[in-house]
């Protein structure tokens, strides 16, 4: 498994788990806030990739040019990156516009029904 991430199983978990996934949910929410697309995410969900891969390099001895190691913080970092903007984007959109949409669920809304505003 440590072949995967590049690190030790703790390492990985402190430093792009805890550390970077926290960045990563404080930009997702902060992207939503600001009505930026979906596809905004990735190049800051591959900058905060590298971030985690050079402190793991930095401060724990961990292979730093490991390209499995980057792709799984990546896609750890990018799924919560995903989870926190769908999140907040749709508490947005129901709390901005309660007279259109209603929530269905936790990541997801829909239009009222007419007549029910």
Not at 11 to 21: A, E, H, L, R, S
Not at 76 to 99: D, E, N, T
Request: proline share 6%.
């Amino acid at each position: 498994m440590e072949d995967w991430v590049g690190s030790s199983i703790p390492v990985f978990v402190g430093v792009t788990v805890i550390m970077f996934g926290g960045a990563a949910w404080m930009a997702g929410r902060a992207l939503a806030l600001n009505w930026k697309p979906r596809w905004s995410l990735l190049p800051y969900g591959l900058l905060l990739a590298c971030g985690a891969r050079f402190l793991t390099y930095a401060l724990f001895d961990g292979q730093l040019w490991s390209w499995r190691g980057y792709v799984v913080s990546a896609v750890v970092i990018g799924g919560v990156m995903l989870m926190a903007h769908r999140l907040y984007q749709v508490r947005q959109m129901v709390r901005q516009y309660p007279w259109i949409v209603e929530p269905r669920g936790l990541l997801s809304w829909r239009e009222k029904p007419p007549g029910s505003g």
